[in-house]
Structures are given as C-alpha cells and as structure tokens.
C-alpha cells in the first residue's frame, strides 16, 4: 500500500542508548519531516528535508540526527536517549512547494517510544 | 512563542449539528493554513487548507474561514457526524512550506 511506513510501532530504550527510527515512502515525495507528540500538545517540528541531501532543523532538534541519501528514506537517529525523549514520533512527507499546501502532508501512523 | 492558538480544548456537540472550531494566530507572516484531524494511535489525515490571499475554502461538509484583521480562523463542520469525533488540529504552514501546529481541540459528536 502506498504511503509513509514507520518502524517499529513500539520501543523502550534504556537512557543513553541509541537507536534509529526509520521512516520510508513510496509516493515519490520530494519533502519529508520528523514531529513528536507529548500528552495534551501538538505536533513538534524535529527535522525536515527537501530533498535526498538537503536537511535542516525544526523546532526541537536537540538530541536527534538525521540524513537524506534517497527520495525514499529519511531516518531519525537518538544518540543518547534521555527520558525527555519519551513521546510519540510521526514522520511525514509531501509533494514540493504549492503542492504541498493544497494537499497537505501524508503522516506515518507513529512510532511510541519510552525512555527509562 | 506560540504562533497558533487553539484556546478551546475540547467541544461537544449534536449529531447533525454544525460544529464550529477556532484558531488564533500571532503572526502576520504566513502563507498558509492548513487543517488535520487525528484519531488514536493514528498519524493526522489532512482536511482542508486555506492560503492568505483568500477569506473561505469549503471542501464537502468542511469549510474554513480566515479573517485576517482579527487573526482568526474557524473551521465548520456541516453535519457533525460521529466518525468526526477526532482532535482537530490548525496548523500554519510559512513560505518553507514547514507545518507548525497547534495544541489541538477534540471534538466529540454525540449520536
């Protein structure tokens, strides 16, 4: 089925362990994001790209890394897990500029990751 | 800094009724608005959008309305239905084309 894959679905992390969440899409989308989602808040703008090598940082970038090497994958990488890092992570893609407000961004289903 | 403003947390309303949800915003500076809508355990599923150049976009049961000297917008859903019951989030997209949201409202729908 066409859209953004998110894995895994779940993860508990022991703090100062790694990991990388992974995100993939298959609509040849040009413009992919990570957000996160703690209790009673909105979506937070971790990192974004546009396009395979080009991304910059969102609101809260601290603690996270990522990279574009294909159109398709845009994976988020936690250095050192804290417990701050407890939340939900979406990863999101869409088509380029104009296009992207009148159809919006697809969304992953989540990734809920715990930090102990 | 919070660029967008849902003040109302939740809303309840009939079945059939027009449900009414509203967003404030501090900054003139935008290109875009645009409207999700998230049930659990899922990622938000785009609805409308709504660019600075115009004061309404309707799309089937779902109509936004910008008026820019208040900074405000609403999003009306004409008939409420049940499968509406979601949080809905106003989400302002800038000349980057990055989505900032806001802390959402959740609507429910009673049959």
């Known amino acids: 089925n066409a859209g953004v894959t998110q894995t895994p679905k779940f993860q508990v992390l022991k703090t100062g362990q790694s990991m990388t969440l992974q995100c993939a899409q298959d609509?040849?989308?040009?413009?992919m994001s990570w957000y996160r989602q703690d209790p009673g808040m909105g979506l937070r703008l971790i990192h974004y790209s546009v396009g395979a090598g080009i991304t910059d940082q969102g609101e809260v970038p601290n603690g996270y890394n990522v990279s574009r090497s294909t159109t398709e994958d845009f994976p988020l990488r936690l250095l050192s897990a804290a417990p701050s890092q407890t939340s939900v992570y979406f990863c999101a893609s869409s088509l380029s500029g104009q296009r992207t407000a009148t159809y919006g961004y697809t969304f992953g289903s989540g990734t809920r990751l715990t930090v102990v | 800094d919070q660029q967008v403003k849902q003040n109302s947390p939740s809303l309840s309303v009939q079945e059939g009724r027009i449900s009414i949800l509203n967003c404030d915003y501090t900054n003139s500076m935008f290109d875009y608005f645009l409207w999700y809508k998230k049930y659990p355990a899922e990622g938000p599923t785009f609805l409308i959008s709504i660019s600075s150049i115009k004061d309404k976009n309707e799309d089937g049961r779902f109509t936004v309305f910008l008026n820019k000297s208040a900074k405000h917008l609403s999003l009306h859903i004409v008939p409420s239905q049940p499968g509406d019951s979601a949080v809905y989030f106003c989400?302002?997209?800038?000349?980057?084309?990055?989505?900032?949201f806001g802390s959402g409202t959740r609507l429910l729908v009673r049959p």
């Open positions: 989400d302002k997209m800038d000349s980057s084309y990055k989505l900032i």
């Open positions: 609509m040849n989308h040009e413009y």
